[in-house]
């Protein structure tokens, strides 16, 4: 976990008691499923760029407050890029998936609750793997 999202994870429940507002007002403001924003809170997950935006406006706070101070705007825009393009890559990818075929579990088409943490997981894949990758690049 990088700087930034530890940073996230200690801020938003932070803000949220700060706040008296719960785990699942959130949720329900992001229509995402408790569990996705216990996970975000647990650090299991991040959300994307679009999500913390929504999140700021849910608790009357700027971004700053969540994801860092004005010093680390270069990191931040640095890392909004990757994000966007991780979320593009993943929404393209999950949209070829919903539209040649419903996805399945067990023969079964998933819910938009199961949808919905399949493309997190993915995300967090994708972070994960471009992380690695700018590690080996350091090392070369």
Known sequence: MNNIEETF???????????KKTQKELAEYLEVTPAI?????KG???????????????LGVERSDLIGHNSDLIEEK?????????ST??????????????LM???EPMDE???ELVRASIEQAARI???????????D
Do not use: W
């Open 89 to 102: 890559m993943v929404d393209d990818l999950m949209n070829n998936l919903n539209s040649t075929q419903s």
């Open 37 to 41: 924003v216990s996970y975000y809170i």
């Open 129 to 139: 793997a471009m992380a690695r990758h700018k590690e080996s690049k350091i090392d």
């Open 78 to 86: 640095s890392t909004k890029t990757e994000n966007q393009d991780i």
């Open 9 to 19: 994870r200690i801020n938003l429940k932070k803000y949220l008691k700060e706040k």
């Open 113 to 115: 609750t199961t949808k």
């Open 105 to 107: 579990y067990k023969g």
């Open 44 to 58: 299991v997950y991040s959300p994307r760029m679009d999500k913390i935006d929504k999140i700021t406006k849910f």
